[in-house]
T-cell receptor, first 113, second 113 residues
Framework: QKEVEQDPGPLSVPEGAIVSLNCTYSNSAFQYFMWYRQYSRKGPELLMY????GNKEDGRFTAQVDKSSKYISLFIRDSQPSDSATYLC?????????????FGKGTLLTVNP | DGGITQSPKYLFRKEGQNVTLSCEQNLNHDAMYWYRQDPGQGLRLIYY???????QKGDIAEGYSVSREKKESFPLTVTSAQKNPTAFYLC????????????FGQGTRLTVV
């Protein structure tokens, strides 16, 4: 079983839809959870950064972490064509010198006008 | 304008040649990273450095080398020993010291011809 699983999609939605993106993981030591947005041929952009379980909201974006189920989600409300990109989940564990991130493979999202 | 600068954006290399990818950051971050991104593979860690004059191998270090002589700079050399070097290379940095908010540059696309 891979450490982080993410459905690669592609996912296609109409403009204005609510988008749900998800990742599951197997390593219960993960404590920091991130979502990145990556446009084609560009570097990933950090969207959301959360610690442990709970919700975090930033504008149209909400990140949820359920550590008991080893499941994280990113919700995008009122989706826009400019949200069309690949979304990558990433996670890490704290302590010592371990700063390594483990990434999902990314979900390609298209928002159609 | 703070950030991470990777150069060049596109790079072509003949088989058997070494090539060096540049990465500079002015964020005053202690930690720097190199990732490789291939279609369907997600991001894989090549090398990382938590402090000047120190670096560690990541998951796929074979055929690569790095140096960290200055806090701002973390160049990556792709050697002729790397069997499949064509990929998108991403440099990243974070504050370090347990902070795992990682920020990325815009990437270098390396093509072996």
């Amino acid at each position: 079983q891979k450490e982080v699983e993410q459905d690669p999609g592609p996912l296609s939605v109409p403009e204005g839809a609510i988008v749900s993106l998800n990742c599951t993981y197997s390593n219960s030591a993960f404590q920091y959870f991130m979502w990145y947005r990556q446009y084609s041929r560009k570097g990933p952009e950090l969207l959301m950064y959360t610690y442990s379980s709970g919700n975090k909201e930033d504008g149209r974006f909400t990140a949820q972490v359920d550590k008991s189920s080893k499941y994280i989600s990113l919700f995008i409300r009122d989706s826009q064509p400019s949200d069309s990109a690949t979304y990558l989940c990433a996670m890490s564990y704290s302590g010592g010198s371990n700063y390594k991130l483990t990434f999902g493979k990314g979900t390609l999202l298209t928002v159609n006008p | 304008d703070g950030g991470i600068t990777q150069s060049p954006k596109y790079l072509f290399r003949k088989e058997g040649q070494n090539v060096t990818l540049s990465c500079e950051q002015n964020l005053n971050h202690d930690a720097m990273y190199w990732y490789r991104q291939d279609p369907g593979q997600g991001l894989r860690l090549i090398y990382y450095s938590q402090i000047v004059n120190d670096f560690q191998k990541g998951d796929i270090a074979e055929g690569y080398s790095v140096s960290r002589e200055k806090k701002e700079s973390f160049p990556l050399t792709v050697t002729s020993a790397q069997k499949n070097p064509t990929a998108f290379y991403l440099c990243a940095s974070s504050m370090g010291r347990g902070n795992t908010e990682v920020f990325f540059g815009q990437g270098t696309r390396l093509t072996v011809v």
